[in-house]
């Protein structure tokens, strides 16, 4: 089909992994399969305006970041155009004026690349099918994960919810390495709503990019032990999602955080991301489990904040225990409360 220009908009969110995707091999392709919550709350609105253009030389377009044009994000927007081009070949006829918004402060530490590649992708993928009407939903929907995955490889996770599986493990059906699905089995009723409060402790710039941190796997001596563990935290964590068993369900969680962290302090060159906040909030969440039995517990990303999880039975007393002991320890008492979503919207 001929279409001259045209516009559309995704909401698109973050995401934030129970089994972590740390270390990659070419393409994009992950080391180990990762699973991870849909956020609600989180995420990123962009519009792509798009007109055809003379010369087809080259990609043409501009970034806007709460209506302020970005130059230092076309570094990389070209990078994930030259990497989806082949799939996606009417990139190079068109201009495009890509506006996006977070919900979430920019720079505040929470990964904005989740929810905005995935939000690209699926306005990319909205004007494919323009071009190309017959398309199939659920085509749709694995190549826009495809394509988010060249973007960043997490953003594969956003374009649906609750749960998200990627990469390739032997017990989870379909599961595959260039796109995330939906988890297909069935899940508990405890894990329904559940809520995810990020406490953001430091908003100072990464000190490791994420593609650095993924590159310092390679050679790591202990990398094969990690990717091992992934595929077998994966595997009880089926069961751990049947039957709603809590408890394992934060061994597992807390643990494949601190082995993130561990993974980065062990490398060479190695990094501590968490700060001493981190510390504290870890400690504190651990001691009001202890006195309360709640089943609150915590993970990280590839930095100092915190997202602490919780069954959404717990609403209350947790926010008070955030409100209580832990924002002391955010930066500028800065939190936000999300919870599960199920992924990304055409708007
Ligand atoms: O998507 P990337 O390349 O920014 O990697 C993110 C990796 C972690 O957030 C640390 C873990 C994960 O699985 O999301």
């Known amino acids: 089909k001929h279409i001259e ?3 559309v908009t995704w909401d698109s969110p973050s995401n934030i992994a ?8 070419e393409n ?6 990762s699973i991870s919550f849909t956020l609600s709350g989180c995420k990123t609105t962009t519009t792509v305006s798009f007109s055809k253009k003379e010369s087809y030389q080259e990609y043409a377009f501009d970034v806007f970041l709460d209506g302020d044009l970005k130059e230092s994000f076309k570094p990389k927007i070209e990078t994930f155009f030259n990497r989806i081009n082949n799939y996606l070949p009417f ?5 495009f004026k890509i506006d996006t918004v977070n919900t979430f402060p920019h720079s505040s530490g929470i990964a904005s690349s989740a929810s905005g590649m995935s939000a690209l992708a699926l306005c990319l993928m909205s004007i494919e099918k323009m071009l190309n009407p017959d ?5 749709f929907n694995k190549k826009s994960s495809f394509l988010a995955r060249l973007g960043s490889g997490s953003a594969c996770r956003s374009i649906e919810g609750d749960l998200v599986v990627w990469g390739l493990h032997n017990k989870i059906k379909d599961s595959s390495d260039l796109f995330g699905i939906k988890y297909p089995y069935k899940v508990h009723e405890n894990f329904k709503n559940y809520q995810d409060a990020i406490l953001l402790v430091d908003k100072g710039e990464k000190q490791v990019s ?3 941190g993924h590159g310092l796997m390679h ?7 990690r990717f091992e563990q992934a595929h077998h935290n994966l595997s009880s964590l089926i069961d751990v999602l049947k039957v709603g068993d809590l408890e394992a369900f934060i061994n597992i969680v807390e643990s494949e955080a601190l082995t993130l962290h561990a993974m980065m302090m062990t490398s060479m060159p190695y ?7 981190t510390l504290e909030i870890i400690n504190k969440i651990w001691a009001f489990r202890k006195e309360t039995g709640s089943k609150i517990c915590f993970t990280l990303d590839a930095g100092a904040n915190v997202h602490v999880l919780y069954p959404e039975v717990e609403c209350e007393q947790v926010v008070e225990f955030i409100k209580n002991e832990l924002v002391a320890h955010c930066q500028n008492g800065q939190y936000i409360c999300d919870q599960i979503g199920f992924g990304a919207k055409k708007i």
């Open 91 to 95: 990139l190079k006829n068109y201009y």
């Open 5 to 7: 220009s045209g516009s």
């Open 135 to 139: 398309i199939t939903e659920e085509y």
């Open 28 to 33: 994009q392709i992950p080391a180990n399969p």
């Open 210 to 212: 994420s593609s650095v």
């Open 219 to 225: 050679n790591h001596p202990f990398a094969e032990q």
């Open 18 to 25: 129970l089994v972590k995707y740390w270390g990659k091999k």
């Open 271 to 277: 990094f501590i991301l968490m700060k001493p906040n």
